[in-house]
């Protein structure tokens, strides 16, 4: 089974600062997917960011991006440039690659999340 | 962008009432989820359904049954629930024919559930 940590409950930015969320992953497949989510108070959950695992390339969106350390069994994500709509949930999750699941689909696109950070971006 | 809807947004009940959540999709996705969000613990999958024929169990069943009544709808029932179940509930989508392979899921605005 897989495991998603996140060590950090809760952080804060001093809004235009950059910050860096933490997660680490347990797993022993070779071919994965690692997602942020973002749930502001809205509740709603929005997909930040993504990372194949074949790829050694770090995944980058506008401000967000990743560093994946394949090795280490580490993603974190960087936000540049905070903002005051920064101000959520983070979740980090994992989910296998389509090619390592069984006919059967158990488990198929399973979403594992690790607990969350909350983030404060402070004006 | 109101694709994957959820029904009630709140709901406040007794121990022992048997409560219905209702999700609903206008993306034409065939995989339907529920997944069970606690404080500080992250979402956990409930039930997940690949068509209307196919339901699996996930991670955390137990107290639950799901219904996939058509493509576009799926629902969570808590046949009598109990208080640890107040929670905040989603539903998300995806799409089998989605050539990405890691079929994104698109989630709901989520329930909140409250037995008291």
Known sequence: ?123 | DADVTQTPRNRITKTGKRIMLECSQTKGHDRMYWYRQDPGLGLRLIYYSFDVKDINKGEISDGYSVSRQAQAKFSLSLESAIPNQTALYFCATSDSTDRTPYNEQFFGPGTRLTVL
Not at chain 1, 91 to 109: E, L
Request: proline share 3%; with cysteine; charged share 20%.
């Open chain 1, 1 to 123: 089974a897989q495991t998603v940590t996140q060590s950090q409950p809760e952080m804060s930015v001093q809004e235009a600062e950059t910050v860096t969320l933490s997660c680490t992953y347990d797993t022993s497949e070779n071919n994965y997917y690692l997602f942020w989510y973002k749930q502001p108070p809205s509740r709603q959950m929005i997909l930040v960011i993504r990372q194949e695992a074949y790829k050694q390339q770090n995944a980058t969106e506008n401000r967000f991006s990743v560093n994946f350390q394949k090795a280490a069994k580490s993603f974190s994500l960087k936000i540049s440039d905070s903002q005051l709509g920064d101000t959520a949930m983070y979740f980090c999750a994992f989910m296998k690659h389509r090619a390592v699941m069984s006919d059967s689909g158990a488990g198929s696109y399973q979403l594992t999340f690790g607990k969350g950070t909350k983030l404060s971006v402070i004006p």
